[in-house]
T-cell receptor, first 113, second 109 residues
Framework: EAQVTQNPRYLITVTGKKLTVTCSQN?????MSWYRQDPGLGLRQIYY???????DKGDVPEGYKVSRKEKRNFPLILESPSPNQTSLYFC????????????FGPGTRLTVT | QQQVKQSPQSLIVQKGGISIINCAYE??????FPWYQQFPGKGPALLIA?????SEKKEGRFTISFNKSAKQFSLHIMDSQPGDSATYFC????????FGSGTKLNVKP
């Protein structure tokens, strides 16, 4: 089954404790992306990757890091989480940069206290 | 500055009615305008999308109308059904994606 998986699905952590949210896709997609979803703000792109070792900032990259060492994986790293990073996070992948259907993962709900 | 503005924030429609959601964009470099549907607890899923060289695209009960000169586009859901109750997001994209703030649609039986 074609899918994007994220782990963990739920995470509660404390300010400053480094965390990683994993994302994996099995569709051999070139393009992967991370979004955060907040009430009234819709989805905002954090980072995206056009291929292995190629990443670029989205609209709200501050406080986040990403890496793309393998085509199927695109982890999101919060090196020092803060309460304003409490949000619902989605990973997505697609064949094309910008212009193709994005397949979204199920989401990771992060709470930073 | 919000690149894509979406309205209304919420919408209540009777079963069988027409649901209309509007979006306006700023960036004329956008070359892809998708609409996503999201059910509670799920990730967004592509519903329908349009390129700026087309003024209308229809897929089943869903239609996108696109007005390039006005920098506006809209989603029309004909014969709305209770199963259409979800949150809808428009977006504009070139390499990066910019989403609207979402419209929560409630179709009453």
């Amino acid at each position: 089954e074609a899918q994007v998986t994220q782990n963990p699905r739920y995470l509660i952590t404390v300010t400053g404790k480094k965390l990683t949210v994993t994302c994996s896709q099995n569709m051999n997609h070139e393009y992967m992306s991370w979004y955060r979803q907040d009430p009234g703000l819709g989805l905002r792109q954090i980072y995206y990757s056009m291929n292995v070792e190629v990443t670029d900032k989205g609209d709200v990259p501050e406080g986040y890091k990403v890496s793309r060492k393998e085509k199927r994986n695109f982890p999101l790293i919060l090196e020092s989480p803060s309460p304003n990073q409490t949000s619902l996070y989605f990973c997505a992948s697609s064949w094309m940069l910008g212009g193709g259907e994005q397949y979204f993962g199920p989401g990771t709900r992060l709470t930073v206290t | 500055q919000q690149q894509v503005k979406q309205s209304p924030q919420s919408l209540i429609v009777q079963k069988g009615g027409i649901s209309i959601i509007n979006c306006a964009y700023e960036n004329t470099a956008f070359d892809y305008f998708p609409w996503y549907q999201q059910f509670p607890g799920k990730g967004p899923a592509l519903l329908i999308a349009i390129r700026p060289d087309v003024s209308e695209k229809k897929e089943g009960r869903f239609t996108i109308s696109f007005n390039k000169s006005a920098k506006q586009f809209s989603l029309h859901i004909m014969d709305s059904q209770p199963g259409d109750s979800a949150t809808y997001f428009c977006a504009g994209a070139q390499d990066k994606f910019y989403f609207g703030s979402g419209t929560k649609l409630n179709v009453k039986p």
